[in-house]
């Protein structure tokens, strides 16, 4: 690796680890120099304003994420257990996260968890270039088990079920309803999958 690559790696990670703690607004380009140990100068030669740094890092990371978790969808597919589709692509950032070097995989969790709450001008665009796709491999693959679901009614239980995701397994130090961390996550997560899927078996479509 360049000295070059070293350095964006450097500041990519002060990056995910300072917009994931603060927030966009709350994060300066001095404080992420700060943290990765290089100058503004370096920050601006690589990657130019704040949002720019800020796409591209969360564009960076879109790989990594998308390879495990399509990866462990494809695994998952051939069992035919609606349950374990749902469980494998939750957990695959914690299972089976490969290169931690600017991220882990818990620490892109708090990232893309963190993004959801940015603005959507911020967002939007690497989200649906970057991210989209894959998801709904994933969406698809679970929707076809209940066919008769309509598109709002599971866009809600989307919406459901990524939020408890997001609180299981995306906060450090954080205390969620007066409860500390989920301690065994991947347990969590199979308990999470476990009540998605009875939750859905109960849906009755309107006539």
């Keep these: 690796?360049?000295?070059?690559?070293?350095?964006?790696?450097?500041?990519?990670?002060?990056?995910?680890?300072?917009?994931?703690?603060?927030?966009?607004r709350g994060v300066t380009l001095r404080t992420i120099a700060r943290s990765a140990g290089v100058t503004m100068g370096a920050i601006r030669y690589h990657f130019g304003s704040k949002a720019?740094?800020?796409?591209?890092?969360?564009?960076?990371?879109?790989?990594?994420?998308?390879?495990?978790?399509?990866?462990?969808l494809a695994a998952a597919l051939p069992t035919r257990d609606v349950q374990q589709i749902i469980y494998?692509?939750?957990?695959?950032?914690?299972?089976?996260?490969?290169?931690?070097?600017?991220a882990s995989g818990e620490e892109v969790l708090c990232f893309l968890n963190k993004m959801g709450y940015e603005e959507s001008e911020l967002t939007r665009e690497v989200y649906e270039s970057h991210y989209a796709y894959a998801l709904q491999e994933w969406l698809d693959a679970v929707r076809s088990f209940f066919p008769g679901m309509r598109r709002?009614?599971?866009?809600?239980c989307l919406t459901s079920l990524r939020g408890m995701y997001f609180n299981l397994v995306a906060h450090r130090n954080f205390i969620l309803w007066s409860l500390p961390n989920v301690s065994d996550k991947q347990?969590?997560?199979?308990?999470?999958?476990?009540?998605?899927?009875a939750l859905l078996q109960t849906y009755t479509p309107e006539r």
Excluded at 1 to 24: H, N, P, Q, W
Excluded at 88 to 102: F, N, R, S, V, Y
Excluded at 152 to 156: A, S
């Design 88 to 102: 494998a692509w939750l957990a695959a950032p914690i299972t089976d996260w490969k290169d931690a070097t600017i």
């Design 152 to 156: 709002d009614d599971w866009m809600w």
């Design 52 to 72: 720019d740094l800020y796409r591209d890092t969360l564009a960076y990371l879109s790989f990594p994420y998308n390879e495990v978790c399509r990866g462990a």
């Design 1 to 24: 690796m360049s000295k070059s690559d070293t350095t964006k790696g450097s500041i990519m990670r002060a990056a995910v680890l300072e917009f994931s703690a603060l927030g966009y």
């Design 187 to 197: 347990q969590a997560l199979r308990r999470l999958a476990t009540d998605a899927v």
